[in-house]
């Protein structure tokens, strides 16, 4: 197959839905470039104000949402804009507009986030040093993988509000964590977790389960797709 004469519209729709398309058409590229182009800005930004940060995470992640004026003082700005994500870089994805943060998110330093799908993290998560979200996959058929010529596909991860990453985690395709869980440093979390859990190892099993101090019914759920400006 050529893949520089596929059907783009239909390859991007089979990346979205989980089956195999080609990573590799000119378009896909392209997008993958420009993402590159927008986390180096982020990564290269240095000591930046609370504003320019979300402007340059808005980049990376294709976020068109207007931000609220600016405030009289840098205090008052910071109040404004504390829903959005927290980046500490550097931060690396192949694309960029497929990973949804809720609000008020922080992401240590040295995440990798490859958005094949959909990558979604609940509110007040909070994302510990070198954590890695894979919605990648390839065929185990070596013949079909065949290299960068050959399919991939991807799985969607869903991640609840109130998590808590140790470093060095690694969440795999398809899986999905549920509110208030807490993933121990150097977890490899392979299958679904549920709500209010403690899991580690490699691969993540629950360790044990956490009281919360407001019974789980009386907190209301958060959207990770959201309007920060409202």
Same mark, same amino acid.
Request: proline share 7%; aromatic share 6%.
């Given at each position: 197959?050529?893949?520089?004469?596929?059907?783009?519209?239909?390859?991007?729709?089979?990346?979205?839905n989980g089956?195999?398309?080609?990573?590799?058409?000119?378009?896909?590229?392209?997008?993958?470039?420009?993402? @590159?182009?927008? /986390?180096? #800005?982020?990564?290269?930004? *240095?000591?930046?104000?609370?504003?320019e940060?979300?402007?340059? $995470?808005? %980049?990376?992640?294709?976020?068109?949402?207007?931000?609220?004026?600016?405030?009289m003082?840098?205090?008052?700005?910071?109040?404004?804009?504390?829903?959005?994500?927290?980046?500490?870089?550097p931060? @690396?994805m192949? /694309?960029? #507009?497929?990973?949804?943060? *809720?609000r008020n998110?922080?992401?240590n330093?040295?995440?990798? $986030?490859? %958005?094949?799908?959909?990558?979604?993290?609940?509110?007040?998560?909070?994302?510990?040093?070198?954590?890695?979200?894979?919605?990648?996959?390839?065929?185990?058929?070596?013949t079909?993988?065949?290299?960068?010529?050959?399919?991939?596909?991807?799985?969607?991860?869903?991640?609840?509000d109130d998590c808590?990453?140790?470093?060095?985690?690694?969440?795999l395709?398809?899986?999905?964590?549920?509110?208030?869980?807490?993933?121990?440093?150097?977890?490899?979390?392979?299958?679904?977790?549920?709500?209010?859990?403690?899991?580690a190892g490699?691969?993540?099993?629950?360790?044990?389960?956490?009281e919360v101090s407001?019974?789980?019914?009386?907190i209301?759920?958060t959207?990770?797709?959201?309007?920060?400006?409202?």
């Amino acid at each position: 197959m050529d893949i520089r004469t596929i059907d783009r519209e239909e390859n991007r729709r089979r990346m979205a839905n989980g089956e195999l398309y080609y990573a590799f058409s000119p378009d896909l590229i392209a997008d993958r470039q420009r993402c @590159r182009k927008a /986390y180096r #800005r982020l990564n290269a930004a *240095g000591d930046v104000s609370r504003r320019e940060l979300v402007e340059l $995470w808005k %980049d990376l992640n294709c976020d068109e949402t207007p931000l609220p004026p600016q405030a009289m003082s840098q205090e008052e700005d910071d109040m404004l804009l504390q829903d959005w994500p927290w980046i500490d870089s550097p931060i @690396r994805m192949d /694309y960029g #507009r497929n990973v949804k943060l *809720g609000r008020n998110v922080y992401v240590n330093v040295n995440s990798t $986030w490859i %958005d094949t799908c959909l990558i979604s993290i609940g509110s007040r998560t909070l994302i510990g040093p070198n954590c890695s979200f894979f919605s990648g996959t390839h065929p185990l058929d070596p013949t079909l993988r065949n290299g960068t010529q050959g399919p991939e596909s991807g799985k969607p991860i869903t991640i609840g509000d109130d998590c808590w990453f140790g470093g060095n985690c690694i969440v795999l395709p398809g899986v999905t964590i549920g509110r208030g869980v807490t993933v121990g440093a150097g977890s490899v979390v392979t299958k679904d977790v549920p709500d209010h859990v403690v899991v580690a190892g490699n691969p993540a099993r629950v360790i044990k389960k956490v009281e919360v101090s407001v019974p789980a019914e009386t907190i209301p759920a958060t959207s990770t797709n959201i309007n920060y400006a409202s």
